[in-house]
């Protein structure tokens, strides 16, 4: 539940309507600890399925074992995911696995994604460390780690000379398969481009493609995080927290001035005002769900599936193409700790390695045909040259 409290911005409820102790001691922890109010919710429902679960089994969460962890990591990857009764749009009507005809996404299914599992496996092993060094909670973590874990550093002996193997943290925890980032064709961008009803809408995705910063980065921005002259913004990254000024193209700031010109006697105006607001009355600042549903309505118009991260996806794509453009530049940009985390838009997208390998059998099959051979001189028997040569009649 959301209290609105900045000291307590979320609140497990128990089914007699009272705060759970033990995971609001949890929450101030990653409050401590600099986490968002967006990580507090997101942890809070990985707890509320696991809580959910134990009150199924009749099992306080003090005297949770392996056992019942075991089988919520069976049941977790198993069940059918609840989820609320309103049109999904195009993958309504799909079913799982099926793939998307405009994007080729596979449909999510009815369960749950393997990076929920995987997340929520960390979370509850986390949960338990915590109440365990604290003295509040059982000695035995029931979310252990992998027997390659426990003692001591992981690969402490590891043979330099030898690959490594992957490692799995915990013992429930799933192997997660490897993505690979999926871009927006050109082509498809420049429709989706197209059908956008309006300037703010224009101006976002102009800044998503352009920048390729984070949704939540780019809508929690104010009007003092503008800088028109350096074509500049400022954005406060999700993970550090930090303020970074993040080039974007002219057009971006084009789209934002035309839709600031629209709706100039309409919004508040100063330095720490939103720069985006909804379109509908009441106007209120812009929130990320309000964007998200901007970009469903223009897919169900173009029968795409196409999610705000994909333009941050797109963005990466487009500047890792770039011949003059360094890595290393892409990664600040991106705003990646790690630059093996950039390196993964390296990889090409399916359509090209499709292209490139159909050329490819092309240009093998030019190359084996054999030339016919030159018609024989005036005064010699083809026949004659066919024996000397060894060429059958």
């Known amino acids: 539940m959301e209290t609105g409290d900045r000291y307590e911005p979320y609140r497990l409820i128990d089914p007699d309507g009272a705060a759970v102790v033990a995971v609001a001691v949890y929450f101030q922890e990653l409050l401590a600890a600099g986490k968002a109010p967006s990580t507090v919710r997101s942890y809070g429902m990985d707890l509320l399925r696991w809580w959910r679960f134990l009150q199924a089994v009749d099992v306080p969460w003090d005297r949770a074992t392996r056992r019942e962890a075991r089988d919520f990591s069976c049941w977790i990857q198993e069940t059918v995911k609840p989820r609320k009764i309103k049109d999904q749009g195009p993958r309504a009507v799909r079913g799982a696995g099926a793939a998307n005809p405009v994007t080729g996404k596979p449909s999510t299914g009815s369960g749950y994604a393997p990076a929920t599992v995987v997340h929520s496996e960390t979370v509850l092993r986390r949960f338990y460390y915590v109440h365990r060094d604290s003295g509040t909670g059982p000695l035995l973590n029931p979310f252990p780690l992998d027997l390659s874990r426990r003692s001591g550093r992981a690969h402490a002996h590891h043979n330099p000379m030898a690959g490594w193997k992957p490692d799995r943290v915990g013992r429930y925890r799933p192997s997660l398969p490897r993505r690979i980032p999926r871009s927006i064709p050109e082509a498809w961008f420049n429709k989706l481009f197209a059908a956008l009803p309006s300037n703010r809408d224009r101006a976002l995705v102009a800044f998503w493609i352009s920048t390729g910063v984070r949704a939540s980065e780019l809508i929690g921005m ?172």
């Open 222 to 393: 104010r009007q003092r995080d503008l800088d028109p002259g350096q074509q500049l913004i400022s954005v406060v990254r999700k993970g550090s927290r930090a303020v970074q000024q993040v080039p974007a193209s002219a057009d971006a700031f084009v789209w934002l001035r035309l839709y600031q010109q629209e709706v100039h006697a309409q919004v508040a105006r100063g330095r720490t005002q939103p720069v985006r607001w909804t379109r509908r009355d009441p106007i209120r600042p812009l929130t990320y769900h309000g964007a998200h549903r901007m970009l469903e309505r223009v897919n169900a118009s173009l029968g795409a599936d196409w999610t705000l991260h994909d333009l941050r996806h797109s963005a990466a794509a487009r500047m890792v193409r770039d011949p003059k453009l360094m890595l290393s530049n892409v990664q600040w940009v991106l705003g990646h700790a790690h630059l093996s985390t950039t390196e993964v838009y390296l990889t090409p997208h399916k359509d090209e390695v499709v292209a490139g390998v159909l050329a490819h059998h092309a240009r093998q099959a030019r190359e084996n045909i054999q030339p016919a051979p030159p018609p024989p001189a005036p005064g010699y028997d083809p026949a004659s040259l066919d024996v000397l040569f060894g060429r059958s009649s």
